[in-house]
């Protein structure tokens, strides 16, 4: 299944739902989407991957390329993982240097502040 991309905005963030697979094929479309938002300004994303079945090496390097790409000048939030990236993450302890947040409230929240 080709990986889809939708972002909306909520409260001057980007949130990217993605729904598939993130892996070589798919990846590239990831990060040109992120690198779109982030040409336009906007450097602060909330990556939904609450539709990604699967997740292959080239997907987590997409993602932290997407970290790289926004960190200074923003942030990347993932919310939605499922439990077998979760776990990736931990024992690669990506999971120490990427934000993971419970949910997408969470998520904006830790990006720009509660109201």
């Known amino acids: 299944m080709a990986l889809v991309l939708n972002s909306r905005m909520n409260r001057g963030v980007?949130?990217?739902s993605a729904d598939g697979r993130l892996d070589a094929e798919a990846a590239p479309a990831l990060l040109a989407a992120c690198e779109s938002h982030s040409a336009r300004g906007d450097c602060q994303i909330v990556l939904d991957l609450a539709g990604v079945a699967y997740v292959d090496s080239k997907g987590i390097e997409a993602i932290l390329a997407i970290f790289q790409l926004?960190?200074?000048?923003?942030?990347?939030?993932?919310?939605g993982a499922r439990p077998q990236l979760l776990q990736l993450l931990e024992i690669t302890r990506l999971a120490r240097i990427l934000g993971i947040a419970a949910d997408e409230t969470a998520?904006?929240?830790?990006?720009?502040?509660?109201?």
């Open 14 to 16: 980007v949130v990217l």
């Open 70 to 79: 926004v960190g200074k000048a923003g942030g990347l939030r993932l919310i």
């Open 107 to 115: 998520a904006i929240d830790s990006l720009v502040g509660s109201d």
